[in-house]
Nanobody, 122 residues
């Protein structure tokens, strides 16, 4: 039973920082993609960043490049999203998700999802 649990969301002023965590359990694939997605009210879910657990390759949406950093701690089965220089347009419910194999920006290809953590930037 795969379980993803996000934490670290909150409210912050523009220019501030937050670090999201995603703790994974029950996943046995030797290499998979773990990603962060976000969804703002009235908007579609969009990919933010992703990482291939086997080789550490990372991918970012253009809107967050240079501001967000995705990383993983394999010993803790945890993925992180360090978010710096936050903007009001970053406000959304952030989800972590995982899929086997290569990464994709298409949320529909991801198999397992966390419950989401709210990030609000004012």
């Amino acid at each position: 039973h795969v379980q993803l649990v996000e934490s670290g969301g909150g409210s912050v002023q523009a220019g501030g920082s937050l670090r999201l965590s995603c703790a994974a359990s029950g996943y046995t694939s030797s290499s998979n993609c773990m990603g962060w997605f976000r969804q703002a009210p009235g908007k579609e879910r969009e990919g933010v960043a992703s990482i291939v657990t086997g080789n550490g390759n990372t991918y970012y949406a253009d809107s967050v490049k240079g501001r967000f950093t995705i990383s993983q701690d394999n010993n803790k089965n945890t993925m992180y999203l360090q978010m710096n220089s936050l903007k009001p347009e970053d406000t959304a419910l952030y989800y972590c998700a995982t899929k086997p194999g290569a990464c994709s920006a298409d949320a529909r290809t991801f198999t397992y999802w966390g419950q989401g953590t709210q990030v609000t930037v004012s």
